[in-house]
């Protein structure tokens, strides 16, 4: 008897917490909501909301989605009017267009006093027309190049500080089996963009880019951007690890390849300092694990200054939320944002935000090497360039995305490359 | 319960055959209705937006037949889909249906650790396909998988980025997850061919392979035409896994009918394209579906066993 009993209290419980769920899926009008993305500083991102939440007896729902997904599914949920009511975005194109068609809302007024506490090169990309259209939610993340110490030392190589080191240092490698110049996830194609950002702008300066932004005729083919091209297929021939195009950065199998001695060099974003960290201690810890610079192209026309990466994740606040969903967003955004334990969290995961406040918490924070190399990277950078995937209108992103890698599968001529892009 | 009395007679002696037989349509409204609502309104719905223009973000715009235009004459990289579908639907039979066959064949027999092996083969089933595409991938890596594992030098070890091969990885993969699910199919039908037609094959003199070619075979015709066109219609509209291990990529190389329409609709944004592609993926579905009905005579479908 008691068996039977347990067995029906437990299938009532399971059929119970099922309509429960069902209720909590479908219901959920009174509730904010936030979808956030998966890894790296994230998590810290989700307590923190939940921590919110505690504090404020409010509700911010909050649904974590892997990078890729999220990116398909946000656009799909806004469109149809589904929109979470802090929606992510890393500015650009997408916010441009979420403001074109009235998706989300001004926030002026309600961003306390955010605007005086980010950098103005950050809080810009959130301006839209003189309003506020989103605020930075995490981490400042400029693209570095990482390295592996022993491995420099193995092949008695120096950090390259122009290109033509760098091609020094590709011959050295060329003859050394197992070990490459540069890792490089070229199977996930994004973080083949930060190559072609970078090599465009040490060549041609940010103009270039930024005529393909705003619109101007034909502003792909340019010969920078084609000699950009040529060299990502040249570094295809030799200097990118063998078989790149199989390479994976959702499993990190990038930084593991730099971590494992594989290759001596990892051009990838600020976040990789925390992924390192985190999956590969041993390396972390070891005094093999560095960073520097993009080299310098002697006779580029790009300031050496100039970085590329995202400024910031940020939120914007739905236009199809109700008012009570908006108040807890703008609560949220005003007086939360940015509070000190989710920013000395943020430090202490070698993340900086983008705030001119925090100068003497950096130091003596674990991660403080990193830490002041990014602070002065982004701080003394003449132009810090949104990625391109982000930078350009959503409807080219697809077309950006396939030629690129068809470039690495050397599928594809540069001129080819511009002429396809020009054509979008 | 007198329908179904009366039934039961028709079945057995067919007293009144000119009368309406079975149940009556109301107990198959709900079923109607759930699919009207969940299968025919979309498509309808697919159908509008195929002659429209929509970013998803913005509003819809009715455009006429431009979108058919463009993706049938204008878009070459639509025939090459289609191209890729056939050799995937292809592909994945020849590979999926014999040893689905032979694995449910052997699985029903009586053999020594039959039980335990019929477990591990049944065992793909169970996992989710985003599961099984995330643990190919770290297989098939170059610097982490089986590739580097094994001492093979002739193994290649560009699986996923080598436009000549993916296909057949990706043919491998799916069918490696789908086998065990026929196989059960298989399973069941040889269990329900009656025993004696075995013995009195043995005592004619009949060895193993002649009784497989001229008992089972014959004996599964009706389970052969359920599995190939489940076969044929799922590798036809399939889609996790090959988006999960490789988003179409390299080259294109397996961007078939169903992942080009996600793409173009969700990743390039192109809802009207999009759309166009889903039609012409239902009319070849529906025409295949109806062609295999047809053709196997599954409409006159009779029972054959001893008996019966």
């Not at chain 1, 925390?274 to 972390?284: K, L």
């Not at chain 1, 944002?337 to 920013?343: E, F, G, M, R, S």
């Not at chain 1, 830490?371 to 002065?376: G, N, P, Q, R, Y």
């Not at chain 2, 297989?139 to 594992?149: D, F, K, Q």
Request: proline share 4%.
């Amino acid at each position: 008897m008691p068996r039977t009993l347990t067995l029906r209290a437990g299938t009532a419980g399971i059929a119970s917490f099922s309509l429960f769920a069902l209720a909590a899926c479908g219901g959920g009008d009174e509730e904010a909501s936030a979808w956030i993305l998966t890894g790296g500083g994230w998590p810290a991102i989700e307590e923190d909301l939940e921590r919110f939440n505690e504090d404020r007896e409010a509700e911010i729902d909050v649904e974590a989605l892997e990078n890729d997904a999220y990116k398909q599914q946000i656009r799909t949920a806004v469109g149809s009017g589904d929109a979470p009511t802090m929606i992510m975005s890393w500015t650009g194109g997408a916010l441009l267009e979420y403001v074109e068609q009235d998706r989300i809302i001004p926030l002026d007024g309600n961003t306390g006093e955010l605007d005086d506490r980010v950098y103005e090169s950050v809080w810009q990309n959130g301006v839209v027309d003189d309003s506020v259209y989103a605020v930075p939610l995490n981490d400042v993340q400029p693209v570095v190049m990482y390295y592996n110490q022993e491995v420099l030392d193995e092949h008695d190589l120096s950090l390259p500080e122009t290109w033509s080191d760098v091609e020094d240092i590709i011959d050295a490698l060329g003859d050394v089996e197992d070990v490459d110049a540069f890792s490089l996830a070229g199977g996930s194609v994004w973080p083949a963009f930060m190559w072609l950002a970078y090599l465009t702008d040490r060549h041609g300066g940010e103009e270039v880019f930024q005529a393909v932004v705003e619109g101007e005729e034909g502003a792909w083919d340019h010969e920078s951007i084609i000699w950009a091209l040529e060299t990502m297929q040249d570094l295809g021939d030799a200097g990118f690890i063998r078989d790149y195009n199989a390479v994976d950065a959702g499993q990190n199998e990038d930084a593991q390849l730099l971590a494992d001695g594989r290759a001596a060099f990892l051009l990838q974003g600020s976040w990789v300092y925390a992924t390192i960290n985190q999956d590969f201690p041993e390396f972390a810890d070891s005094g093999n694990f560095g960073f520097t610079e993009f080299p310098v192209l002697e006779e580029g026309a790009g300031d050496p200054s100039n970085i590329v990466g995202n400024p910031a994740n940020f939120w914007s606040v739905s236009a199809d939320a109700t008012e009570q969903e908006q108040e807890v967003a703008f609560d949220y955004i005003s007086e939360h944002l940015y509070n000190d334990q989710a920013v000395d969290e943020m430090l202490e995961a070698g993340s900086l935000p983008p705030l001119n406040d925090i100068g003497d918490r950096i130091e003596g924070s674990e991660a403080e090497e990193f830490l002041s190399f990014a602070d002065e990277l982004v701080g003394s950078a003449n132009h810090f360039q949104l990625s391109w995937d982000q930078a350009i209108s959503p409807s080219e992103e697809q077309a950006f995305g396939d030629n690129v890698a068809a470039i690495l599968q050397g599928n594809m001529t540069p001129q080819e490359f511009v002429d396809s892009m020009n054509s979008q | 319960m007198t329908t179904i009395a009366s039934h039961i007679v028709n079945a057995q002696g067919k007293v009144n055959g000119k009368r309406r037989q079975g149940p009556t349509f109301l107990m198959a409204l709900p079923a109607v209705l759930f699919f009207g609502l969940f299968a025919l309104v979309p498509l309808g719905g697919v159908l509008a937006i195929s002659f429209m223009e929509w970013n998803i973000l913005g509003s819809p715009s009715w455009v006429g037949t431009d979108n058919w235009d463009t993706v049938i004459n204008d878009r070459p990289f639509t025939w090459r889909a289609l191209t890729l579908t056939l050799i995937f639907v292809v592909g994945s039979y020849l590979f999926q249906a014999p040893i689905a066959l032979l694995l449910g064949v052997f699985m029903a027999g009586q053999q020594k650790y039959r039980a335990f092996l019929s477990v591990l083969y049944f065992l793909p089933l169970l996992f989710s396909s985003v599961a099984v595409g995330l643990t190919f991938q770290s297989l098939l890596s170059p610097y982490y998988g089986i590739s580097a594992a094994l001492p093979f030098d002739w193994l290649p070890s560009d699986w996923l980025s080598n436009s000549d091969i993916v296909m057949y990885v990706m043919i491998f993969v799916v069918g490696w997850c789908f086998i065990p699910f026929h196989a059960l199919l298989y399973q069941a039908g040889v269990r329900q061919i009656p025993a004696d037609m075995y013995e009195a094959a043995t005592i004619d003199g009949a060895g193993r392979v002649r009784q497989f070619f001229s008992i089972t075979l014959p004996q599964l015709r009706y389970t052969i035409i359920t599995s190939s066109t489940l076969m044929l219609v799922g590798s036809l509209t399939y889609f996790d896994l090959i988006f999960v291990l490789t988003g179409g990529q390299p080259q294109n190389a397996v961007r078939i009918l169903p992942l080009d329409m996600y793409i173009t609709g969700f990743s390039a944004n192109n809802l009207g394209h999009a759309s166009v592609i889903a039609v012409i993926l239902v009319a070849i579905g529906l025409t295949m579906s109806l062609l295999l009905n047809k053709f196997s005579g599954s409409t006159k479908m009779e029972s054959d066993k001893a008996g019966a």
